[in-house]
């Protein structure tokens, strides 16, 4: 294993898809940290902290990974953490679109920053976050589609 790489993103909730390229990138690198994103004006189910707490517990069997939330510039929580490796998912080729003008305007940012882009499980490439919580929204049962203590929260929060 090499390397300390960041897996950036708004986390919410947290899904099977992202825990199942956790655990994949957790083979590869030494250390992940999950940099869980402030992001409020995607208006978040869950608030930055709470994101933080889910997917600690969500996570907590990879001794190689740390959940950290941020809220200023990807690139400055980089440099931060002393790494300039991301690792970003890849579900469809709409994802690959929007995560290359990502790239390349956080490299122009940092020059020397590496994306290495996974792509998701097959069968759990249909995941999204925005999805599972419509599905959750209109009372779809969202238990296969994201870690137990983050299905719980999930309906906990939306059918209090």
Same mark, same amino acid.
């Given at each position: 294993?090499?390397?300390?790489?960041?897996?950036?993103?708004?986390?919410?909730?947290? =899904? /099977?898809?992202?825990?199942?390229? %956790?655990?994949?990138?957790?083979?590869?690198? #030494? @250390?992940?940290? $999950?940099?869980?994103?402030?992001?409020?004006?995607?208006?978040?189910?869950?608030?930055?902290?709470?994101?933080?707490?889910?997917?600690?517990?969500?996570?907590?069997?990879?001794?190689?990974?740390?959940?950290?939330?941020?809220?200023?510039?990807?690139?400055?929580?980089?440099?931060?953490?002393? =790494? /300039?490796?991301?690792?970003?998912? %890849?579900?469809?080729?709409?994802?690959?679109? #929007? @995560?290359?003008? $990502?790239?390349?305007?956080?490299?122009?940012?940092?020059?020397?920053?590496?994306?290495?882009?996974?792509?998701?499980?097959?069968?759990?490439?249909?995941?999204?976050?925005?999805?599972?919580?419509?599905?959750?929204?209109?009372?779809?049962?969202?238990?296969?589609?994201?870690?137990?203590?983050?299905?719980?929260?999930?309906?906990?929060?939306?059918?209090?």
């Amino acid at each position: 294993m090499v390397k300390k790489v960041i897996y950036p993103g708004t986390f919410d909730p947290l =899904t /099977n898809g992202h825990l199942d390229l %956790i655990m994949r990138a957790a083979k590869i690198f #030494s @250390e992940i940290v $999950l940099a869980i994103a402030a992001n409020p004006s995607k208006n978040p189910l869950f608030n930055l902290e709470e994101r933080v707490k889910l997917a600690t517990q969500a996570t907590q069997h990879l001794s190689n990974v740390t959940v950290m939330g941020f809220s200023d510039l990807l690139v400055d929580f980089a440099r931060r953490q002393h =790494t /300039n490796l991301l690792i970003r998912g %890849i579900r469809i080729s709409s994802d690959f679109e #929007s @995560e290359m003008q $990502l790239m390349r305007i956080n490299c122009h940012l940092m020059p020397n920053l590496e994306n290495i882009f996974l792509f998701s499980n097959e069968s759990l490439s249909y995941l999204s976050s925005s999805l599972i919580k419509e599905v959750a929204l209109h009372g779809g049962n969202v238990q296969s589609f994201l870690p137990p203590n983050i299905a719980k929260a999930v309906m906990d929060r939306l059918y209090p």
